[in-house]
């Protein structure tokens, strides 16, 4: 399984971003869906998470002001995160488990100015 993460970039302070990431090379039997966030010297940390019956789970830094979606039909999971602030900056990755095995996308930057 290959993931493919795009949408990353450079907002402002309060603006809002939707982040994707893409499947492919036989995703069938996804479970779960996740993006994860890593910011410099640190660990990647789980920002929202996703199951196959859209059950969703979200860290308390983003909680209320995120989303996370998928569609199956197209093999992607979605992240909107609104009222970014600067300490949202990090490398953002997409993680998928199948059958017991977790894949990562390569990472997309996002950056919040203030």
């Known amino acids: 399984v290959q993931l493919q993460a795009s949408g990353g970039g450079l907002v402002q302070a309060g603006g809002s971003l939707r982040l994707s990431c893409t499947a492919s090379?036989?995703?069938?039997?996804?479970?779960?869906m996740a993006w994860y966030r890593q910011f410099p010297g640190k660990q990647r940390d789980l920002v929202a998470r996703?199951?196959?019956?859209?059950?969703?789970t979200y860290a308390d830094s983003v909680k209320g002001r995120s989303t996370i979606s998928r569609e199956n039909a197209r093999n992607t999971v979605y992240l909107e995160i609104n009222n970014l602030q600067p300490e949202d900056t990090a490398v953002y990755y997409c993680?998928?488990?199948?059958?017991?095995?977790?894949?990562w996308g390569q990472g997309t930057l996002v950056t919040v100015s203030s």
């Open positions: 993680n998928v488990d199948k059958l017991g095995t977790t894949y």
């Open positions: 996703i199951t196959r019956a859209e059950s969703t």
């Open positions: 090379g036989a995703p069938f039997s996804i479970n779960n």
